[in-house]
């Protein structure tokens, strides 16, 4: 039996936890520098959607199921959420039920693969993200995980070794997408590499999915990826969540199965109302949004050199990003994580990535949070300042601290919304 709260326990967890509530929206969301790739701040209307009651009365079903039965005004939220998510990229059918990228690539595999079958992708150090690997989920439902092959030092796919690996191991599922997705891929190239071994293409957009919807990073599904699957947070500004996008409709109905009744009993329907919320939002603002982003990290990585900060290029040249990703390299440094550290004591919030053949790795810096709180290409030359004081100058925290804050007052609202 659970023992009985002391007296006023109960209130004291209650507060405790608002304080910390409270603390965490301070510094990420009014007095720090949000850069962490993996994140995104949500706009009033995406906040409202998923803090309705919607969120504690979950659907249960197919949605064709519900439709054919009495009218609920929830089922419709799910129809307008689809709509909304196929018009964005293009695609024939929208799943938007999965809880995350990582379980949307889950499903994927499920519907399409057994495990002992082959998977390839990229490996960690090129940016794959471990629900392509051994160590994920493409591992736990046994799949075989294979390596694509890079340029030494690069993030570029060497497409002749590629095609030998695929007709030596004729894998079934060939999935590219990154991490630190900083170049495009030939997306129509491996498409035609992996259908000639009988390999379905996945496009893992997680990171890119808000610059593909505003048409500016590249169009996977026109270029020939059989799946797209991707989050719903990051550059796609809603609540945390997964989805996936076809245009084949046997797929289509195979990947509905297992979702549901397969691995979705029941779903938060918040969730995918502040998803519609977010996609709507994005047919309005998307392409300025991604055009923004994509200046503002273009812009940010060349102030950062001008501060002797050394960025990673990804293809061995003088371009550091196509995306609104960079990555600082820090070999200057005796440890990768401590540098993140010190940062995130003055409040600029960074994580650590890994880098080909740079045993330190280095760091993610992502500029679409501040895209979104109205940061422009102007303001790049004092935020690489800041970036480098934060990593330079750990003596320094408290008034780093304070200069980001009164940087931060003048850039409070949330932009590309109808907020």
């Known amino acids: 039996m659970i023992p009985a709260a002391a007296p006023n326990e109960a209130r004291e967890h209650i507060d405790r936890v608002h304080e910390l509530l409270g603390e965490s929206e301070r510094n ?3 007095d720090g520098l949000p850069l962490i790739g993996g994140a995104n701040i949500m706009s009033a209307g995406v906040r409202r959607a998923l803090a309705s009651s919607l969120n504690s009365r979950p659907r249960v079903r197919s949605l064709a199921e519900r439709l054919a039965g009495p009218r609920d005004a929830a089922d419709e939220v799910e129809v307008i959420a689809k709509a909304l998510m196929a018009r964005l990229f293009s695609a024939q059918f929208a799943e938007v039920r999965v809880l995350s990228g990582s379980l949307a690539n889950l499903h994927v595999y499920m519907t399409l693969a057994e495990p002992g079958d082959v998977v390839m992708a990229l490996p960690k150090v090129n940016g794959g ?4 690997n051994s160590q994920g989920a493409a591992g736990m ?3 075989v995980c294979e390596p694509i092959p890079c340029h030494p030092g690069m993030q570029v796919i060497d497409y002749e070794s590629l095609a030998r690996d695929m007709d030596r ?5 060939v999935i590219v997408g990154s991490s630190l997705p900083l170049v495009s891929f030939d997306v129509s190239r491996l498409a035609a590499m992996a259908h000639a071994v009988g390999a379905t293409l996945i496009y893992d957009a997680a990171h890119v999915a808000g610059l593909i919807a505003g048409g500016r990073f590249q ?3 026109a270029e020939g990826a059989d799946l797209v699957t991707l989050s719903t947070y990051k550059t796609l500004n809603g609540p945390a969540g997964g989805a996936i996008l076809t245009n084949d409709l046997d797929i289509a109905e195979r990947l509905d199965r297992v979702v549901s009744p397969g691995l979705t009993a029941n779903f938060d329907m918040a969730r995918v109302a502040g998803l519609a919320v977010a996609c709507a939002e994005l047919l309005e603002f998307g392409q300025e949004y991604a055009v923004d982003c994509i200046e ?8 950062l050199v001008e501060q002797g900060i050394s960025v990673w290029s990804p293809d061995g040249g003088a371009s550091f990003t196509a995306s609104h990703l960079m990555a600082i390299d820090t070999h200057e440094w005796s440890d990768t994580r ?5 940062a995130h004591a003055c409040n600029i919030f960074t994580s650590p990535v890994p880098l080909p053949e740079k045993p330190k790795g280095g760091i993610r810096i992502g500029v679409h949070q501040l895209t979104r709180l109205g940061m422009r290409q ?7 300042q800041l970036i480098a004081a934060g990593l330079r100058e750990p003596s320094r925290s408290d008034a780093i601290r304070k200069e980001i804050r009164l940087f931060r007052a003048n850039f409070q609202h949330i932009g590309y919304s109808l907020d």
Do not use: I, W
């Open 28 to 30: 990420y969301d009014r």
């Open 129 to 132: 993200h471990f629900s392509h």
């Open 141 to 143: 439902y046994r799949l």
């Open 169 to 173: 191991l004729k894998p079934r599922l």
């Open 219 to 221: 169009d996977p599904l």
């Open 296 to 303: 503002n990290a273009t812009q940010l990585a060349g102030e």
């Open 338 to 342: 401590e540098c993140v550290r010190q």
């Open 378 to 384: 102007t303001e790049m030359k004092e935020v690489a």
